[in-house]
């Protein structure tokens, strides 16, 4: 992919690895949002996520590295936090007919803050079926200190 505002350590447009393959949000976070945003729902194809999780609980919270296994054979490679952007939040602002759709775009990354997903890159290939059971390796967790 090109580089863009989030790799500001090179000109944009610059070719890098594509880390941001899928976008992975959970109902129970939007769910969150939504009431801080007061919306009813928030639908994960108007923030346009990838795939939702359901019953894993602090998704937007598992770190890099994290490895999500698929019953079904396809394994995706956690990069980061997917952070919520004013983009996003316009696409809601519209898609919820909000009065003030500028005032919700701004909302949404204020209230959003690592709630939002997270971005994957998919290390096995396959298909993922709706209901399909999941499980997760979190890699070794430690603090670095210079």
Do not use: H
């Amino acid at each position: 992919r090109r580089s863009g505002g989030r790799e500001p350590w090179y000109p944009r447009g610059t070719e890098i690895r594509n880390e941001r393959q899928v976008s992975i949000v959970a109902f129970d976070e939007l769910a969150v949002v939504a009431e801080r945003m007061g919306l009813a729902e928030i639908k994960p194809e108007w923030i346009g996520a990838n795939l939702v999780i359901d019953g894993l609980s602090n998704l937007s919270m598992l770190p890099s590295a994290t490895l999500l296994f698929f019953a079904g054979g396809v394994t995706l490679k956690i990069d980061a936090q997917n952070g919520p952007c004013r983009l996003s939040g316009r696409s809601i602002a519209e898609n919820a007919r909000m009065e003030d759709q500028d005032a919700g775009s701004l909302l949404f990354p204020k209230v959003a803050k690592r709630l939002r997903g997270l971005v994957a890159w998919v290390e096995k290939p396959g298909v993922v079926a709706t209901g399909e059971e999941i499980s997760v390796r979190v890699p070794e967790q430690w603090i670095y200190r210079a």
